[in-house]
């Protein structure tokens, strides 16, 4: 799959927005890829995971124990990587603002873990929820994502994958830019800041 591939996936879902954005980084853009959007569809979702999958080097795809996820955003391409794998994907969530293991998952002590991710901007949700499969006993030994904001910054800790790597500006608060502060802010992202 190609990066325009993707962007065509991601345009006739309509999960490609144009305004102006708080993301879930605590940054602003004019640009948010709406990845539950583009999930919807399961026969697309499946397409992106193989897409994904592919991406990841063969002896990688060989060590992965399970897959692991944060909540929201990584469950639903976490669960088709999963299914591509033929491995379990389980998910982390933030009931009081930290990652935790719920709903009866649990991580065996040394299983090699695969962190799924929708979108990567900063690797602040990635590497929390690595610390937090760590902390269960599992060992990440990579992550992926669809989508790689930071442009190859966010240094996660472990060997990062993405399908595509989109390069939309964001800025810190003291940054916009005045034509963007001009349009009114929305936080289309499942996680308050």
Wanted: hydrophobic letters at 40%; one cysteine or more; a negative charge.
């Amino acid at each position: 799959m190609t990066d325009e591939d993707l962007l065509k996936e991601f345009r006739d879902a309509g999960a490609l927005l144009e305004g102006h954005f708080l993301l879930s980084s605590g940054r602003h853009s004019g640009h948010y890829l709406q990845c539950a959007r583009v999930l919807m569809n399961p026969d697309r979702a499946g397409r992106l995971a193989i897409a994904l999958a592919a991406r990841l080097p063969r002896d990688l795809r060989q060590k992965i124990d399970k897959v692991v996820s944060p909540a929201m955003g990584g469950l639903i391409i976490a669960h088709e990587m999963g299914r591509v794998l033929g491995k379990d994907a389980v998910f982390l969530e933030r009931p009081s603002g930290t990652f935790e293991l719920r709903r009866g998952f649990t991580i065996e002590p040394g299983e090699k873990l695969l962190m799924v991710e929708d979108v990567v901007t900063t690797g602040l949700s990635s590497r929390e929820a690595i610390a937090a499969a760590e902390a269960e006993g599992g060992e990440v030994i990579a992550e992926c994502a669809l989508v790689d904001r930071s442009h190859g910054s966010a240094d996660l800790g472990v060997p990062f994958h993405a399908l595509i790597d989109i390069n939309f500006p964001s800025y810190a608060e003291d940054e916009v830019p005045s034509d963007l502060a001009a349009i009114p802010v929305t936080k289309p992202g499942s996680r308050k800041l």
